[in-house]
């Protein structure tokens, strides 16, 4: 049985310098009825330690420990193939939410009759700092809209999954960019709540690739994973490149010329 409970999807690889606050972020909202499942991807530090900490004093939050190290997309997989709940949404390991996040996002969806959403978002560094950048949130996103820039970060996503069903992220990059487009290439429209209800952390020594390279991941996304044709894609991919190089003027980062991930995970591009 689906209820309201919402499980919080949360990938972790050596973390142990933030994911306290991640969690701590979590414990705070408003909106109580809720699971994270950590999916400790073979971390070498004390991860495993900070977070059995906060599971034996909370049974919401739930350990998971796999080896060999599976990379993001399988951590999550994993994550929502034991998620018990009606709702599911993202959070990695050093990112944070506003404590109204869930609560202001499930209102939303139930008074817009939706199935998939997001949110504004500011970058902050790693320190936790205000970075002052806050990424806004256009009021949808179809499949032809998304094709053309991923407007929708991971760290905001809340899925109805009674409407949409199980979701699984294509183990390549970008895959959460991949698997926004699987969904709404279903008809299923994403929603926007314009209001800044999290924090990406973005670290300097991060590892990091270069622009051109993400473009590259991004077209095997067209050509392979939704199976578009040449020309559409290269349409696709134009609008995508300077849509992107006006958000990161928009933002002060267009000097950059690296798209920040974590790991292998998703990037906010």
Known sequence: MFTDLVSII????????????????????TYENWEMIIINDYSIDKTSSVVKEF???????????????????????????????????????????APDKLLKQIDFMREKGCYFSYTAYEIIDGDGESLNKV???PPQQRYKDLLKQNKIACLTVMIDRKEIGDIEMPSLKHEDFALWLTILNRGYVAYGLDENLAKYRR???????????????????????QNLKVAQSLVCITHFIVRSLVKYQHLGLLH??????????????
């Open 10 to 29: 949360t990938p972790a690889y050596n973390s142990e310098n933030t994911i306290a606050e991640t969690i701590k972020s979590v414990k705070a909202q």
């Open 135 to 137: 990424v806004t949130a």
């Open 203 to 225: 670290h300097e020594g991060s590892l990091s690739y270069n622009k051109f390279e993400s473009v590259s991941w991004v077209w095997k996304i067209y050509r392979e994973n």
């Open 256 to 269: 950059e010329l690296v798209v920040f991930r974590k790991g292998d995970g998703a990037s906010v591009s």
């Open 55 to 97: 599971s034996e004093k909370d049974a919401r939050i739930r350990l998971v420990e796999i080896s060999p190290n599976q990379g993001v997309a399988m951590a999550r997989n994993l994550a929502i193939k034991k998620a018990k709940g009606r709702y599911i949404a993202f959070l990695d390991s050093d990112d944070l939410w």
